[in-house]
């Protein structure tokens, strides 16, 4: 155990809920000026908050093409970025996509999202991880319930709770194709999880999650309490999540697709520290640690360049 974690977990203690101990909005939500109050508190009392037509039509259609077009792209299929379905070789997710495509990265830099970011974490940041997230219909499977901070701090070293995930929806999200779940309040507890985590625990756990799930006595406890959401909406919306709100997705058996781009950005004051327990670190397309710099926001408003 490492001593002063204040959020320990995979240690050879059981299951246990920790009271979060960091804030979720930063400097009062005054760092920039992107959100209202009244969003500003809705995502300090949910863990969560969905923009409505962020991105119009056409920025949509140029941000799904280029997906698209990785996720057909020989060279990006042979890489390890990209990750393979459970039982199947359709690709599930794309990861540093905001390097491996020009338009993403001008997605990742867009004012839209960035200046959101920047308030609710309360300064600069840069972006921790990004991916494709690709759920196809009659055979997309599912994402189980899971914390992502409790894998960035065990298996990252990410220190605290100041990152903030963003997911820009690329195609309709509805009530059939698998939508985000989240749990709303579930990111004011920390769940320590059960289970010692093998080595390289990634090459497995980008595909199908065994280390770091929840039980299922927290589990009941957080979704009675809090409920569940689905974060359904048109194509072009955006869901801003906490690090660590407690979420999930069905499996996509419908025919429409579902498909969106997947950034975090983490504050530059809680760059990541060497992972918990002697584990090697991650690759670097799946935790950033070669470059901690600031991102400059895009002088263009569009992404459609």
Request: with cysteine; hydrophobic share 35%.
């Amino acid at each position: 155990m490492t001593m002063g974690d204040l959020y320990v977990s995979r240690t050879d203690r059981g299951a246990a809920i920790i009271a979060r101990q960091d804030p979720v909005v930063y400097e009062g939500g005054t760092y920039a000026d992107a959100l209202d109050s009244e969003k500003i508190e809705s995502y300090n009392r949910d863990g969560f908050i969905m923009l409505d037509g962020v991105f119009d039509e056409t920025e949509v259609e140029g941000l799904l093409d280029e997906v698209k077009r990785m996720s057909l792209d020989d060279e990006i299929a042979g890489m390890d970025e990209a990750i393979r379905e459970p039982g199947s070789d359709a690709v599930r997710s794309i990861f540093r996509v905001h390097e491996l495509s020009d338009r993403i990265a001008a997605l990742a830099r867009d004012p839209r999202l960035l200046h959101v970011a920047r308030q609710i974490l309360g300064s600069e940041v840069y972006i921790h991880q990004s991916r494709a997230n690709m759920k196809p219909g009659f055979k997309g499977k599912e994402f189980y319930w899971h914390s992502d901070f409790e894998t960035w701090h065990v298996e990252d070293g990410m220190p605290n709770m100041r990152a903030v995930s963003c997911s820009v929806l690329l195609t309709d999200n509805n009530d059939c194709n698998g939508p985000l779940m989240l749990i709303p309040g579930s990111h004011m507890q920390f769940i320590s999880c059960q289970g010692e985590t093998p080595d390289e625990n990634y090459k497995k756990s980008l595909r199908a999650q065994e280390y770091g799930v929840p039980d299922p006595l927290s589990l009941q406890m957080l979704a009675d309490q809090g409920g569940i959401r689905q974060m359904t909406g048109k194509a072009g919306s955006v869901v801003f999540f906490d690090c660590n709100a407690m979420h999930g997705s069905t499996g996509n058996i419908s025919p429409w697709p579902r498909a969106n781009v997947f950034m975090v950005y983490n504050s530059v004051e809680n760059a990541l520290n060497p992972p918990k327990y002697g584990l090697k670190p991650r690759p670097e397309y799946i935790a950033t640690r070669k470059d901690f710099s600031p991102l400059e926001p895009a002088e263009s408003t569009s992404v459609v360049a």
